[in-house]
Each structure stands twice: as C-alpha cells, then as structure tokens.
C-alpha cells in the first residue's frame, strides 16, 4: 500500500472526540448537503440530509439507483465533504479534521464494504483483510490470524490464498466485508454489500452484520434494495432525490416479520460455515 502507517495512536481521535462532552449520537448529519459539478451539470446529490444514528444501532437505507445512497455513506465516512451543513462523528465535526485525523477515524473506528469492493488485485483474500490492521501497526502474525477469524466468520475459510480474479463476485464482496469488520469499527457503512450474494448467503451476511450492534456494540448503516434486510434493522430510511423521505421502504411486511429475528448467530453459508459472532481460528 502506497499509504503512509498511522502515525497517530489510534485513542487520540476517540479520546479527544469523548471530551468534546458526551455526544447524544455516533453520527450525526445535519442539513449535509454534495453537489457534484461538472462543466455544464450540477448534480445535488444529497440534500440537507439530517440524521442521527446510535451507538448499537442498525440502519436500512434504502432508494432507487441514482438517489444518493453511496454520496451519504461517504459523506458519512469522510471521503467526501460536505458542501453545505454538518457530519459529526462522535460529536466531531469531520471537516474540522487534519488529514492525519481523518485517516485516523477511517482506519480505527470506520469499516466501509465500498459497493464495487475495491480489493487489491494480486494480494490474497487473507492479505486483503489483513491490510487494516496492518496499517494500523499490528503485528504481521496477529493480523493475519485476525484475517482469517474475520474470513471464517464470513464463511470463507476455504478461500484465505485466493485472489480476488479468482474468487467469484459474491466471494470477493464477502472478503470485503471481512476487511471492513476485521479492526472491530464503531461504525460499519456497507454499500449494498448483499447485492451479489445468493440468498442463502445473504442472510447469513445479514445476520453477521445485524449481530453487530450487540456482539461487538458497533452501529450500522446497510444500503441495500432486499428487503430481508428490514427484518434485522432498528429503523428503516428511504432517500429519494437526495433527500431521505419520511415514506417507509416498499416494505413486504410478511418477510420482514418472518425475517425478524435480529442478532441471532448460526446462520450457516452455504457449505457449512456458520455465521458466528466468536472470532475463531481456522486451520489454515
Ligand atoms: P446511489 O448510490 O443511490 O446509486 P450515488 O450517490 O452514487 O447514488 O449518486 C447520486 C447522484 O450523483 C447520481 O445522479 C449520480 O449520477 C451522481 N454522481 C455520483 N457520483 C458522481 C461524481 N463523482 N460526479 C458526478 N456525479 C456523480
Ligand atoms: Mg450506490
């Protein structure tokens, strides 16, 4: 990776954003606002979005192809920033973030499941989970039996040496959300990551990300058109245009009840692997 190692201890952003007083939320968006422009076209893609989202708390985000889902999580992230109102992380506002500070809550307190996964060509699914933690300083070895515990939770302990061009779409979007939960975030923002996975799987996916908030105590945001996902969540959103509309997502009540059974562990991927809230240590 071409990215300088952390410099900064990884409490600093958390200590400092704890004495900032005690935040009433994880993150905070107010009136956030992006435009995208171009020579001749300004796109608002997200307009005055204001939302306040919990420590233990999971977040369906749901909205049309073009709506603004991916501008929020990025905003959210840091990645992007705001061109008008507000994102508060931990009470902090994060355009008033150095770069260094910035990087330092990606890498210590975010996981980010980017929709076109973003793995790096040639490294092995192990390599590519291992490489947070690697950033952030730890130890090779711990990193990568991190690596693999975060894969087998994702049911890919069969697949640690493979690279992305050898794993399916469905496998490589798992690896990527192995590498956005290997460091333990606060706060996962995971960009349609059930969209290539059969259904099966999906739900095992789903029930590992709607354990989080009380396994691990970190808050969710899932974009996502499946509505299997609702079952799982606290709250469901819908952004329409940019803008999140107080209309529940098209919700099939009937699957989503079905479905509810938030945070349970055991789902099984197919091939057996269940979906356990334990980090394990696969043989290798
Ligand atoms: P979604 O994730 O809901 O599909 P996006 O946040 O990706 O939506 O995009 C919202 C709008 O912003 C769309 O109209 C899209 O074409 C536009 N957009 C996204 N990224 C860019 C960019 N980098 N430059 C210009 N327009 C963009
Ligand atoms: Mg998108």
Known sequence: MAEPRLAVPSATLAAGALADAQPRALLELVRAHKRYES???????????TLSLGAREFVALFGPSGSGKTTLLLLAAGLLRADGGSVYFQGRDLSTLSRRAALAYRRTQLGFVFQSFNLAAGLSAEENVAIPLLLRGVEHRAA???????????????RLSHT???????????????????????????????????SETGDAVLALLGSLPRSRGAAVILVTH????????????????????????ALDT???????????????YPGGAAA?????????
């Open 144 to 158: 990568h039996r991190r690596a693999r515990a975060a894969l087998a939770e994702v049911g890919l302990e069969r």
């Open 39 to 49: 020579p001749g076209e300004v796109v608002h893609a997200v307009r005055d979005v």
């Open 226 to 249: 499946d509505q299997r996902a609702a079952g799982y969540a606290d709250r469901l959103l819908t952004i329409r245009d940019g803008r999140l509309v107080p209309e529940p997502a």
């Open 276 to 284: 356990s809230t334990q980090p394990r240590t696969p043989p290798r």
């Open 254 to 268: 009937t699957v989503a009840q079905k479905n509810h059974h938030p945070r349970a562990p055991g789902h099984r």
């Open 164 to 198: 992305p061009e050898r794993l399916s779409g469905g496998e490589q979007q798992r690896v990527a959300i192995a590498r956005a939960l290997v460091g333990e975030p606060r706060l996962v923002l995971a960009d349609e990551a059930t969209g290539n996975l059969d």
